[in-house]
């Protein structure tokens, strides 16, 4: 699954490490979304976009 | 509890449990060992000695699985552990079951040491599984 994370997080000026702190994952599941290599819960999605104040369906896609 | 989860991480390629990640950590491992050295090497009653090494012993499991317990794991982690424990499981049963079957075909019983390799061999193979499982899903996701 491709993801617009670190492209939304550059605009917020957010680090890998302080994404994962606000939506309570480790570091490496930051990184392993960013490289599209894990498909995240619906929760964490949701979460994710929240924090990036965007909908889901902008970050992530299919 | 007295041991920190933050003193800890978990085991991931090298078995099961806790490894210490700071110094507070290798600090209560080495005071857990020299403790159990210590009632170990007392020339006292071995009833006495056998109950106060059980009482420590089981003081420090307890203790290990409140920290383990306590240490928060994300979804991927939870997952990739799930997978890991499930992976290593399988090789466990599998092997244990072939082991009876050695053993049954030997046709006599085996006794203390004859055992220990029937008894460690489903242990290092469900290890070697879930380190091996750990190191693919950390490579490619899940």
Known sequence: MKTRIKEFRAKFNLTQEELADKVGVRRETIVFLEKGSYNPSLKLAHDVARILKAKIEEIFIL | ???????????????????????????????????????????????????????????VVFDVLSVMASMKLDEREQKNEAIAERNASWVMVASIALSILYVTTLGKELRGEELMPVLILPIALGAIVKALTHFILDRTGV
């Open chain 2, 1 to 59: 509890m007295i041991g920190q989860a933050k003193w800890f991480t978990r085991r991931k390629y090298t078995g099961w449990g806790l490894m210490p990640r700071t110094w507070q950590g290798i600090a209560y491992v080495v005071v857990v060992a020299g403790l159990i050295a210590f009632l170990l090497g007392l020339q006292i009653d071995p009833t006495i000695k056998l109950v106060a090494t059980s009482v420590l012993a089981i003081l």
